[in-house]
């Protein structure tokens, strides 16, 4: 098939779907969805950690992130940004440098390494467990420090 051929493919399949559906073939554009999740309920011996890579200088900064401002009834910088979701930052967990080690404590090696792949380079892992939410509906989606990398079920 010669060039000329697939791209007038792909322009009959963006006038026959719209460019809407476009985005999705744009790795880089948002994924968000319009309708919010609804909370997930498990069993009591799995939870859902939503996992986001960032990049950060020091772990103290990449914790300030996540972390309301001392003295005041601001929430964090981490809720400001995943503004589709109410995050109890309680329930949020910051690993700067040494992410392949804390994963493998609760992940296979291949599970791990998936994982790291993702974080293509990012030095710092953001793990919001499916409580911070309180079964409140949610959406989340890359902001401008964060990249949304899925969520898993882990046992607990």
């Given at each position: 098939m010669n060039m000329?051929?697939?791209l007038n493919r792909m322009m009959r399949y963006v006038a026959r779907r719209g460019l809407r559906d476009l985005k999705k073939l744009i790795p880089s554009e948002s994924t968000r969805l319009e309708q919010p999740h609804a909370p997930v309920h498990l069993d009591a011996a799995h939870l859902q950690l939503h996992l986001f890579g960032a990049n950060f200088p020091s772990h103290s900064e990449a914790a300030a992130f996540c972390a309301p401002p001392p003295g005041s009834d601001l929430p964090s910088r981490l809720t400001q940004e995943?503004?589709?979701a109410f995050i109890d930052e309680n329930e949020v967990e910051v690993v700067h440098d040494?992410?392949?080690?804390?994963?493998l404590e609760f992940l296979s090696a291949q599970e791990a390494d998936d994982i790291m792949l993702r974080l293509a380079g990012d030095d710092t892992l953001i793990i919001i467990t499916e409580n911070a939410f309180h079964d409140l509906p949610y959406n989340l989606d890359d902001t401008e420090h964060l990249t949304y990398l899925g969520h898993i079920v882990v046992e607990v």
């Open positions: 000329n051929a697939l995943l503004d589709g040494d992410i392949q080690t804390r994963l």
